[in-house]
């Protein structure tokens, strides 16, 4: 408490050695799981645009070293809170293909019974909070999970995670303001992808990184490249072990872009095509895939039979979530008090 | 039994459930050494320690969505919003969070928080500070709403409420804090969706809310008086509703007054006639009458105030309108 704010700035641009100070199971584990959303967010929407999948769909397409990195920061019963575009949080977090397909598919076998759908996957037996479709809402729910971690003295951690977006809502500053006066164990994780749907963060707010706002609270602001996984699991780690040693909250911002508009169908033309053609040159997973290569850490090949295994995967997941029952109409009325 | 007020009958439900159940705790603003705006707290900050009785910044978004994120992990939360009026506020975590997580993830959590809060004109508070917004959380799925009006019904309802696994509104009176009566010394807990049934009588049902039971038994007074013998329910919880001792009721007397402060408009009042029509139009002799907060914002002179809230004149007149 009272901790004096501080900005860590990584720009990160050239790449650090891999091996330096993760282990490689570490980087092993990383790629895999950038590769297990990349490659569901791809089949998601091949399936959403097929007509196959009821609802919308917001892809993260190209933010996956986020959550990839900091889950890999995690303990399997830490928390999580996520967001609409959430597929790779809670795929980050352990949850399995098969039900989150399911669920995609409004079946009851996915998480939720069909009852909650792409934007609300929740796994409470992995600390998966859900997902939330209202912007800011899982931020004071992390925070209230970390609360009680603290008074139950469990030694977990709960990390939110959010847009840019979510920065301008009340419950993101009155979280973080709680969170700092009661020092909880709890990690703000901001996937800067620099669109609130379509406003771009110029016309959000006037600092020019959202790590500058742990300033107004006594938090530490850190703000690192979103697209390099290693950059953001040194700055995860650190602050996951901040929470866990009792040093309090951490607001970490991850500056990266989304590939697709804010929902699938979105045209996105408030975005320059430039813009979108300079980051998917930066495609994190691509990037991080070269890195591996070049420093011998997978083979080509190697790598290749990572995304093989994953679509097999997948595609055994979207048969489970095809063949699986759909709901009967009055099921509707189950899991809720009467 | 002995004579204790409402405020105090809240605090011993706390302290018991406190003592009871080490995942139950305090959080809100100036709940703790302060013991509350209305005092319903004092004592429990030195029994419990700041930890349980959690005095907070003035954040009722922060209030009620971290209680809601503690609910789902273990502990058993109940957050104060002190004022009714301030629930706007916290209302996303409440109507989006609270009533809905538990069933959105297919009943894999259970959201155990009571919100606590009180409501109510008659101290000059104007419109910001008085309205009676029970309506407003009764009328989401996932949300129950207990509005206690005597101390007896304080205490053992809020034992309940915090007991309960699903999150519930419970909604005091601020001018009933200071209100006397008989609580038994006994631990006992009464059971959500069942109302008591206050003064009986043949010819008129007056189904009332908080404060307004207290209205509604003078007003029943004074039409005995006159020969008019009115039946008072108090529902106590408006979700659950008991609605069976309700058309019992109605089916005895045939004649029904809803009353409660909050607004006429598409409130409490409209839901009891609406169900009371549904299941004995028939043993209706007169159409039903909502004596309810009029709906307009509350004032602050007293004599407006008086005016937009319903009093047991008003209560009296209806019923013998009924009655011609």
Known sequence: MGRKGFRVSSPSTSAPEVTNSVDRALL????????????FEQRAMELFLSGE??????????????????CATLRENDYITSTHRGHGHVIAKGLRFDRMMAELYGKTTGYCKGKGGSMHIADFSLGVLGANGIVGAGIPIATGAALSAQMRRSGQVAV????????????????????AVWNLPV???CENNRYAVSTPVPRQMRITSVADRAAAYGLPGVSVDGNDPLAVYEAAREAVERARSGGGPTLLECRTYRWMGHYIGDPANYRPAEEVAWWKQRDPLVLFEQRLLEQEVLSGGEIQRVHEQVREELEDAIEFARR??????????????? | MSQIFYRQALRDALREEMRRDERVFL???????????????QGLFEEFGEERVRDTP????????????????????VAEIMYMDFITIALDQIVNQAAKLAYMSGGQTSIPVVFRTQEGAGRSSAAQHAQSLEAWVAHIPGLKVALPATPYDAKGLLKTAIRDDSPVVFIEHKLLYAAKGEVSEEEYLIPFGQARVAREGRDVTIVALSRMVWKAMEAAEELARDGIQAEVIDPRTVVPLDVETIVRSVQKT?????????????????????????????????????VCGRNVPVPFAPVMENYVIPQAADLARAARELMQ
């Open chain 2, 254 to 290: 045939g004649r029904l007054i809803v009353t409660h402060e909050g607004y006429t408009r598409c409130g409490v009042g409209a839901e009891v006639a609406a169900q009371v029509v549904e299941h004995a139009m028939h043993a209706l002799k007169k159409p039903p009458r909502r």
């Open chain 1, 28 to 39: 092993l584990r990383i790629h895999r799981t950038m590769v297990r959303i990349r490659e």
């Open chain 1, 324 to 338: 699986s029952p759909a709901p009967a109409p009055e099921d509707a009325l189950e899991d809720f008090p009467q």
């Open chain 1, 187 to 189: 990690v703000y994780v």
């Open chain 1, 53 to 70: 999948l009821p609802g919308f769909l917001h892809s993260c397409l190209g933010q996956e070293a986020v959550p990839a990195a900091v």
């Open chain 2, 58 to 77: 003035l954040s009722e978004a922060a209030i009620a969505g971290t209680a809601v994120g503690a609910a789902m992990t273990g502990m058993r939360p």
């Open chain 2, 27 to 41: 959080l809100g603003l100036d709940i703790g050494r302060f013991g509350g705006t209305y005092k319903a707290t």
């Open chain 1, 160 to 179: 939110a995670f959010f847009g840019d977006g979510a920065t301008s809502q009340g419950s993101f500053h009155e979280a973080a303001n709680v969170a």
